[in-house]
């Protein structure tokens, strides 16, 4: 028995095992490796070999990082602070004009012969229901605000969703990719040892190496991957300083049942975008009856009181004018039309919405229903399909009838179907949680207001 025939099948062996093992851990924590999240440029990545995996800890779970983030990100506290605004301007549409006071002086310097000296007030009294209809149509702008607070809370959760699961399933390329890189430089090995021996060409030399770049290269795209996804998680939680950590979650969980129309359905029922543009309708409403009633003149009363007066008779006197406009030219025609085609705008808008919706499922559906489709297959046909093909390889390599490196590039074959299978579970986590949060995404993308 040659050098090739004691060394490579314990090798290949541990190799599939290694990998294999690494597609159906999905159950357990996954340890993330500890790096300082700054803003300087990051170093170079050490060698694969030299990387040491942190220490286990508790993992933070799904739930634990939707409550930090409903805490911290600050789109949420933008939100707040909106509803807080729309409330305190409810209150103040709604109050009357304050009184005026002043001092009157009449026929002065007059000697004092007819000096008058006295107290004026005036007051504004608001007529057709003007203060009413202010505070509800304001009411209507709290309601916009805070069903914009609404979705701004969904947006998060859906970015921390799509982001926990791109972390976990980088985790697992990352693990993935390292068996790799572990198992095609031991082949190198078992190559040069062949070499050695005479038993082994150049050729199957340069073939080798070129399997554990290519190990490398998959690896480091791994570890950019992994690397992206913490920064967007500790982005839209709102700590991007959070130190990387172990997360607890299942990305391998089966998927979910969606079918189109209810999920479109269930968005046109739930959407905060549905009641932000209905809140928009009954605020048009509410200012069309605000624009009819403005018309209705409000009426002025001034009083004068003259305790000192120097004219005749030189008793106490006073006055009082009571006086209110005539809406003859100005009826308020002109903002009763506005308000008017605003209501028709805002019904108009909430059907555009409603297609608009339709429209960005129609896309996102399509992408999980792909995605959906691939995960299954891969896990009831190509996976152990693959599984059963690198067996084979193996035993026909042990019984003379294949080559060593086609023995390796059988493992490769097998480690890059698992990987395909990652994309496609990665895509159908983002897809689902897409869908499931109404399609609301982008929590940390300026908008206005």
């Given at each position: 028995?040659?050098?090739?025939?004691?060394?490579?099948?314990?090798?290949?062996?541990?190799?599939?095992?290694?990998?294999?093992?690494?597609?159906?851990?999905?159950?357990?924590?996954?340890?993330?490796?500890?790096?300082?999240?700054?803003?300087?440029?990051?170093?170079?990545?050490?060698?694969?070999?030299?990387?040491?995996?942190?220490?286990?800890?508790?993992?933070?779970?799904?739930?634990?990082?939707?409550?930090?983030?409903?805490?911290?990100?600050?789109?949420?506290?933008?939100?707040?602070?909106?509803?807080?605004?729309a409330q305190g301007n409810m209150v103040?549409?709604?109050?009357?004009?304050?009184?005026?006071?002043?001092?009157?002086?009449?026929?002065?310097?007059?000697?004092?012969?007819?000096?008058?000296?006295?107290?004026?007030?005036?007051?504004?009294?608001v007529r057709g229901g003007k203060l009413?209809?202010?505070?509800?149509?304001?009411?209507?702008?709290?309601?916009?605000?805070?069903?914009?607070?609404?979705?701004?809370?969904?947006?998060?959760?859906?970015?921390?969703?799509?982001?926990?699961?791109?972390?976990?399933?980088?985790?697992?390329?990352?693990?993935?990719?390292?068996?790799?890189?572990?198992?095609?430089?031991?082949?190198?090995?078992?190559?040069?040892?062949?070499?050695?021996?005479?038993?082994?060409?150049?050729?199957?030399?340069?073939?080798?190496?070129?399997?554990?770049?290519?190990?490398?290269?998959?690896?480091?795209?791994?570890?950019?991957?992994?690397?992206?996804?913490?920064?967007?998680?500790?982005?839209?939680?709102?700590?991007?300083?959070?130190?990387?950590?172990?997360?607890?979650?299942?990305?391998?969980?089966?998927?979910?049942?969606?079918?189109?129309?209810?999920?479109?359905?269930?968005?046109?029922?739930?959407?905060?975008?549905?009641?932000?543009?209905?809140?928009?309708?009954?605020?048009?409403?509410?200012?069309?009856?605000?624009?009819?009633?403005?018309?209705?003149?409000?009426?002025?009363?001034?009083g004068l009181v003259n305790p000192i007066?120097?004219?005749?008779?030189?008793?106490?006197?006073?006055?009082?004018?009571?006086?209110?406009?005539?809406?003859?030219?100005?009826?308020?025609?002109?903002?009763?039309?506005?308000?008017?085609?605003?209501?028709?705008?805002?019904?108009?808008?909430?059907?555009?919405?409603?297609?608009?919706?339709?429209?960005?499922?129609?896309?996102?559906?399509?992408?999980?229903?792909?995605?959906?489709?691939?995960?299954?297959?891969?896990?009831?046909?190509?996976?152990?399909?693959?599984?059963?093909?690198?067996?084979?390889?193996?035993?026909?390599?042990?019984?003379?009838?294949?080559?060593?490196?086609?023995?390796?590039?059988?493992?490769?074959?097998?480690?890059?179907?698992?990987?395909?299978?990652?994309?496609?579970?990665?895509?159908?986590?983002?897809?689902?949680?897409?869908?499931?949060?109404?399609?609301?995404?982008?929590?940390?993308?300026?908008?206005?207001?």
């Open positions: 028995m040659n050098i090739l025939d004691k060394i490579a099948p314990p090798l290949i062996f541990c190799a599939v095992a290694g990998l294999f093992c690494a597609s159906l851990t999905a159950q357990q924590p996954v340890t993330v490796r500890k790096v300082s999240v700054t803003q300087d440029p990051p170093l170079p990545l050490p060698p694969p070999e030299e990387i040491t995996p942190p220490t286990p800890q508790r993992g933070l779970s799904l739930t634990d990082l939707e409550h930090i983030a409903l805490g911290s990100n600050p789109s949420i506290g933008r939100a707040s602070a909106l509803v807080s605004a103040q549409v709604g109050l009357p004009p304050n009184p005026t006071v002043g001092y009157n002086g009449q026929q002065l310097g007059s000697g004092g012969l007819a000096e008058q000296h006295g107290v004026q007030f005036s007051q504004e009294i009413r209809l202010n505070r509800a149509v304001a009411e209507q702008e709290l309601a916009r605000a805070q069903q914009e607070l609404a979705a701004q809370q969904q947006r998060v959760l859906t970015d921390v969703r799509i982001a926990f699961y791109k972390t976990l399933i980088a985790q697992r390329q990352i693990d993935m990719t390292s068996n790799l890189v572990r198992t095609t430089t031991q082949g190198a090995d078992v190559v040069d040892a062949l070499i050695k021996a005479k038993e082994a060409t150049r050729l199957d030399v340069l073939q080798s190496q070129l399997e554990v770049e290519n190990a490398q290269i998959l690896l480091k795209n791994a570890r950019n991957s992994h690397d992206a996804a913490w920064r967007e998680l500790s982005s839209v939680i709102g700590d991007p300083y959070l130190q990387e950590q172990a997360l607890r979650g299942d990305a391998f969980a089966p998927p979910c049942e969606i079918a189109f129309d209810q999920a479109l359905a269930r968005v046109h029922a739930a959407s905060p975008e549905i009641a932000i543009a209905m809140s928009e309708i009954s605020r048009t409403r509410m200012a069309a009856e605000r624009a009819r009633v403005e018309a209705v003149p409000n009426v002025s009363l001034q007066d120097n004219g005749i008779g030189g008793r106490p006197d006073g006055g009082v004018t009571v006086s209110i406009p005539i809406p003859i030219l100005n009826r308020n025609q002109g903002g009763i039309m506005r308000a008017q085609s605003e209501i028709v705008a805002a019904e108009r808008a909430l059907t555009q919405l409603e297609l608009s919706l339709k429209n960005r499922l129609a896309p996102t559906f399509e992408r999980y229903s792909n995605a959906r489709n691939q995960v299954e297959r891969y896990r009831t046909a190509i996976l152990p399909a693959a599984t059963e093909s690198l067996d084979l390889s193996r035993k026909m390599y042990q019984a003379g009838e294949t080559g060593y490196l086609n023995l390796l590039t059988a493992q490769r074959t097998f480690a890059q179907t698992h990987l395909q299978y990652l994309d496609s579970l990665r895509q159908l986590r983002i897809t689902e949680a897409e869908i499931e949060g109404l399609l609301l995404s982008g929590s940390l993308d300026v908008r206005g207001r």
